[in-house]
């Protein structure tokens, strides 16, 4: 949500993402300081009682900054999601977001990872207009920007530079039509700190994000919907409850058996009425 949106009694400060266009390099610039994020995303932890390995967690927030640059730089209608299988540490990595619905999600799996030779890098966009577009890819550092970098080139045809200014400030510049290749590939830090002075930066746009999922518990139910009575008896077996973890966010949500079945019947109950 844009901050004119934004409810009145939201705690939540949104991420703004701004872009730019470098003129007479041929270049997109997008930029942001993560704080806010990472703020909204440690709350989000406490929550749920999560904790996640610290080198896990930075890798996680390192991926949500290149996921986010990378959405800002898109289409406002596409929504993308990455899942990065690393090595060393070994780690899954899950990051979605959108423009349109402004917002930004992700989590680890730090169980039942497959090992494999080389890091690997899975991509998921989805726009009302186009069919779904997959892709991955391998890379061999385990640093998230290097493999999103890496992304790009084989991916998007095209090349992407990722720069971390501070600890919680990251810059991207993309290639756009007639770039100026050499002066890009010779970027570093310096550089692009200094890039307002020596460049002629033109702001094309500023997108807001929020570190948010949606999930609730009704969505958390609705899984429930495939399963009849001998199934759920099986599940459940002797257990009071079950625990459900949100596949996006690791958000968890206590589930009784009354529970489901009270949401069952009237999904059911409802289903009937419509026919």
Known sequence: MSKKNQPADDPKTPL?????????RNALLTRADFGSLYIDYYLHLMQHSLKYDSEHDQLLKDA??????HLA???QNETTAWTLNLQEPLVNLFVTGSSRSQNIVGRVFDTDVREADTNMLCSQVT?????????????????????SEVYYKRSEQ??????????????????QPDCDLDWLKELNNDAVKGLDR?????????????????????RILNLFR??????????????????????????????????????????????????
Not at 16 to 24: D, I
Not at 130 to 145: A, G, L, P, Y
Not at 240 to 268: Q, W
């Open 127 to 147: 726009s009302p207009d186009t069919e779904t577009r997959q892709s991955t890819i391998d890379f061999k550092s385990s640093d998230v920007f290097t493999g």
């Open 226 to 275: 495939a399963y009849d009575s001998d199934a759920l008896d099986g599940l459940f077996e002797e257990d009071e409850h079950l625990i459900i973890a949100c596949p996006r966010c690791g958000a968890r949500f206590k589930v009784t058996r009354e529970l489901v079945d009270v949401y069952l019947k009237k999904k059911r109950g409802a289903d009937e009425a419509d026919e």
């Open 16 to 24: 703004e993402v701004r872009s730019y266009f470098v003129r007479g």
């Open 158 to 175: 095209r090349p992407a530079r990722y720069f971390r200014i501070s600890e919680e400030e990251f810059v991207m510049i993309t290639a």
């Open 64 to 69: 949500i900054a290149a996921l986010t640059l």
């Open 73 to 75: 730089s898109r289409p």
């Open 198 to 218: 020596t460049e002629e930066l033109s702001l094309l746009e500023r997108r807001y994000y929020l570190f948010e999922c949606g999930c609730d518990i009704t």
